[in-house]
C-alpha cells in the first residue's frame, strides 16, 4: 500500500488565497482557514467600493460645480439646467476640471448659462 499525496490543485487553490492575503497581519495572513475568511470579506469590499468610488467621485464634483458656480452668481441646478438649454454637453468631471482650473472659461459658461435662462 502507498499512501495518497495530494496533487498540486489544492496546493494551488491555498496558495492563491495566501497571495491574496498578503499584507494582512498576524495569523491573516498566514493561516489558510484565517486567510480565507479575510480575503473573502475584502473581495466584497473592492468590488463593492469600485461602485461606491463612482458615486463618491459624482458628488465630489457636484460640490465642486456647485460652489464656483455660485462664486459666479448661479445655483447648481439653474446652471447646469442652462447649460443643458444652451445644448451645451459636458460632463461633471470636465465641468469641475474647468471650475479649479479655468475660472474665467468657467465664468463663460455661467454666463452662457444665465443667458439661456433668461
Known amino acids: 500500500m502507498s499512501r495518497v499525496k495530494r496533487g498540486f490543485k489544492a ?3 491555498r496558495k492563491r488565497v495566501l497571495d491574496l492575503a498578503k499584507g494582512f ?3 491573516r495572513n498566514s493561516r489558510f482557514r484565517t486567510a ?3 480575503v473573502r470579506r475584502a473581495l466584497c469590499y473592492a468590488y463593492r ?8 467621485f459624482r458628488r465630489l ?5 456647485n460652489a464656483a458656480s455660485r462664486m459666479a452668481g448661479l445655483k447648481y441646478s439653474e446652471f447646469m439646467n442652462g447649460l443643458k438649454r444652451a445644448g ?4 461633471r468631471s470636465v465641468l469641475a476640471d474647468l471650475a ?3 475660472q474665467a472659461g ?5 454666463e452662457t448659462a444665465r443667458k439661456s435662462l433668461a
Open 106 to 110: 468657467f465664468n463663460q459658461l455661467v
Open 36 to 38: 480565507i475568511h479575510v
Open 88 to 91: 451645451i454637453k459636458l460632463d
Open 100 to 102: 479649479i482650473h479655468d
Open 49 to 56: 467600493d469600485r461602485r461606491v468610488k463612482k458615486r463618491d
Open 25 to 27: 497581519k498576524m495569523a
Open 11 to 13: 496546493r494551488r487553490r
Open 61 to 65: 464634483w457636484i460640490v465642486r460645480i
